[in-house]
């Protein structure tokens, strides 16, 4: 099985910053992609920033500028640099692995994480 553990949120003022931290563990050859997404209450999981194993980003264009999102392809670890974080950033934090493949020839698969709760409130 595949687990994705996420680390790093908290309570933060207006303005601060927070470092997320997702590592995928498991049965893993490969992986396509990993990201973030978030969902505030009422709201709907939206993207906030991906990576591919090849170093390609997009990011939300309410993030771009403050959210810097990095990954150590040999630990299957994907990082998620918070600047400049605003009340509207808060929400709970999903860790994404997308075209997850356990053996060289298997279907690929995606698995999320539990989520980590990011609240900015002075």
């Known amino acids: 099985q595949v687990q994705l553990v996420e680390s790093g949120g908290g309570l933060v003022q207006p303005g601060g910053s927070l470092r997320l931290s997702c590592a995928a563990s498991?049965?893993?050859?490969?992986?396509?992609?990993m990201g973030w997404y978030r969902q505030a209450p009422g709201k709907q999981r939206e993207l906030v920033a991906r990576?591919?194993?090849?170093?390609?980003?997009n990011y939300a264009d309410s993030v771009k500028g403050r959210f810097t999102i990095s990954s150590d392809n040999a630990k299957n670890t994907v990082y998620l640099q918070m600047n400049s974080l605003k009340p509207e950033d808060t929400a709970v934090y999903y860790c994404?692995?997308?075209?997850?493949?356990?053996?060289?020839?298997?279907?690929?698969?995606?698995?999320w994480g539990g989520g980590t709760l990011v609240t900015v409130s002075s």
């Open positions: 990576i591919t194993s090849g170093g390609s980003t």
């Open positions: 994404n692995a997308d075209g997850v493949r356990r053996r060289r020839w298997s279907d690929t698969m995606d698995y």
């Open positions: 498991g049965s893993i050859f490969s992986i396509n992609a």
